[in-house]
């Protein structure tokens, strides 16, 4: 089964610039694939496309098998969990644990059930000696491990980060990505950070001006110079 | 970058500081209603016993808590200087700068000894519209960031030797706070996303854990009786 089955024939900004052009994916379940692009090759836009988060009327989503469409935006919208380039714009309450729980509150579970999925997916992400903290004290790893939590909370099949590595260092990337190891769930990371897909992903595909230019395993791409050099990702 | 100007001291412990914020919320409720109720007399002073004991008693610094509650002066300055040309000005005047001051002592001694986003959920408790309640918690989470990227940009601006006559700074600086706007505008947006990206659907509760105690009970039960006895003894 697919995860994700898409087709985007156009996506272009308000002001008229093109940002995706007639792209084709699909992904099976399961999978870590990445979304290989330099700056402004339309990574977030393509993002944006999976949860519904970017409305585009030349566009055909399907995800686990259901139809993107007005009735269907709220299931899919728990089901693909989009963690931001930016915590601070995915962490928007005075606390942790009000952050966490935001997901599991707008989906109608109770109070009680509420704080045991909250409990959880902190725990899951190892932030669950942040629940009390508010965000602006704390450092980008720990609030991009927060971000996370916010989507496990949804119980989210698919998680779609981008740029999940923009302003980390070294110990950041790494923590973050044995965290990303454990979780089971697809996932499609758009970025830049070649070591990054080189660790988490089997598959990449390279986004260039708004296309798909290559689709191939991530260790052999990861091998061409050259064409990486091209792409502007090296 | 740690900004705490808001809460500072909240997260100190003393028996304030332990009382229920729901108790504590409705206790300043009570105060500015009965101080802004109350003819003004020598006696009004009797006013500040309460809040000086609790000062006290919360291991405040006296001296945060005056300075900090100096920030109405210069309002109501504004609005009665013009008052002190009437025969009944000096009265109006001293009414004014008395009852404003005491609700503004007790507003400082509040976010003192109450951490903000128990405060917002004691304000959801008493059922003040969401809109409100709301706008405080993103007010809570951004200002600092706000003020962060200002001070980043007025850092840039320095460093770059910012210098001139008054008006072309005049200029330079109204250009930072258009910029602050307009990525405060893009942030919104961006925030907006990933409220709808976890199923935002225009309610924003958070749950609460509050359990009144019988310190709580005999604080309200005391407190209440001092106001009283203030507000009809005299």
Redesign the interface.
């Known amino acids: 089964m697919n995860a994700i089955n898409l087709k985007i024939v156009r996506y272009s900004y308000p002001d008229g610039t093109h940002a995706l052009r007639k792209i084709n994916l699909k992904v099976p379940v399961g999978q870590s694939i990445a979304i290989l692009g330099p700056n402004g090759s339309g990574k977030s836009t393509f993002a944006m496309h999976l949860n519904g988060a970017i409305e585009n009327k030349e566009s055909e989503i399907n995800i686990m098998g259901l139809k993107l469409n007005k009735e269907n935006l709220t299931e899919i919208r728990s089901r693909v969990g989009l963690v931001f380039q930016d915590p601070d714009d995915q962490l928007f309450c005075p606390t942790v644990f009000d952050d966490v729980a935001f997901g599991p509150i707008n989906m109608g579970f109770s109070p009680e059930e509420t704080e045991k999925i909250a409990m959880r997916a902190m725990k899951k992400a190892g932030v669950l000696h942040l629940k009390d903290s508010s965000p602006q004290h704390l450092s980008v790893g720990e609030k991009k491990r927060i971000s996370i939590a916010t989507v496990l909370a949804m119980d989210s099949e698919i998680l779609v980060l981008d740029e999940p590595t923009a302003n980390m260092d070294g110990r950041g990337k790494r923590e973050l990505a044995e965290l990303l190891k454990q979780l089971p769930q697809t996932k499609v990371i758009a970025t830049h950070d070649l070591d990054f897909a080189g660790w988490l992903t089997q598959r990449s595909i390279i986004l260039h001006k708004g296309r798909i230019v290559e689709d191939e395993p991530t260790k052999k791409l990861l091998k061409d110079k050259k064409l990486l050099y091209d792409y502007g990702l090296l | 970058m ?2 705490d100007f808001l809460d500072r001291y909240a997260d100190i412990d003393s028996p304030v500081h332990r009382l229920d914020p729901r108790v504590k919320t409705f206790s300043l409720f009570l105060f500015v209603f009965v101080v802004v109720s109350a003819p003004l007399s020598p006696l009004f002073i009797a006013y500040f016993i309460p809040l000086f004991s609790l000062t006290l008693l919360a291991r405040l610094p006296l001296i945060h808590i005056f300075k900090r509650s100096l920030v109405v002066v210069p309002f109501v300055l504004l609005v009665t200087v013009f008052s002190l040309t009437l025969p009944e000005g000096p009265k109006i005047f001293a009414n004014v700068l008395a009852k404003s001051w005491l609700s503004v002592l007790s507003m400082t001694l509040l976010t003192s000894t109450t951490r ?2 128990d405060f ?1 959920k004691a304000l959801e408790y008493f059922h003040i519209p969401s809109i409100f309640t709301n706008i405080l ?2 007010m ?3 200002l ?2 706000f003020a962060g990227e200002l001070e980043r940009m007025h850092r840039a601006a320095a460093s770059r030797n910012l210098q001139g006559s008054f008006r072309r700074r005049l200029r330079i600086a109204g250009n930072l706070i258009g910029a602050l706007f307009i990525r405060a505008y893009e ?1 919104g947006e ?2 907006y ?9 225009h309610d ?4 609460h854990e509050f359990r009144m105690n019988s310190a709580d009970a005999l604080f309200l039960v005391m407190f209440s009786f001092i106001l009283l006895l203030l507000r009809f003894g005299q």
Do not use: D, N, Q
């Open positions: 740690k900004h903000f986003p917002l918690a993103f809570y989470r951004y600092f960031l942030r961006r925030v996303i990933a409220m709808l990206s976890r199923g935002y659907k924003f509760h958070t749950p």
